[in-house]
C-alpha cells in the first residue's frame, strides 16, 4: 500500500511541474515606452491578429501577431491599422 501511495504521489509532482512549467506561463504582456523601445524586441511592430494589413504601404518587416501585446501598447498604432510601431 505505500509503494501505491508514493507512486501516485511522485506521478502527480512530476504532471504537476509539468503542467505548471514557466514555458507553458504566458508572461504579462510588456507595455513599451515608446516605438524605438518596442521596435528593439519586435522590429516589424506588433499586430493583433493574423488578418491585418498595413495602411501605411510597404513595410520592411513582418510585424509579430499576439493581440495581448498589441492590447498593451494600442495607443501607439497611429494610424489604427492593427499593428502598433510598424516599419
Sequence with gaps: ???????????SLILGASVVSPSSIDA???????CTELN??????????????NKGGK???TPHVSADLYNANKSKDRDKDGIACEK
Design 28 to 34: 504579462a504582456a510588456k507595455s513599451y515606452k515608446n
Design 40 to 53: 528593439k524586441d519586435y522590429k516589424g511592430g506588433v499586430a493583433k491578429d493574423s488578418k491585418v494589413t
Design 1 to 11: 500500500m505505500k509503494r501505491v501511495t508514493t507512486a501516485i504521489l511522485s506521478l
Design 59 to 61: 513595410t520592411k518587416n
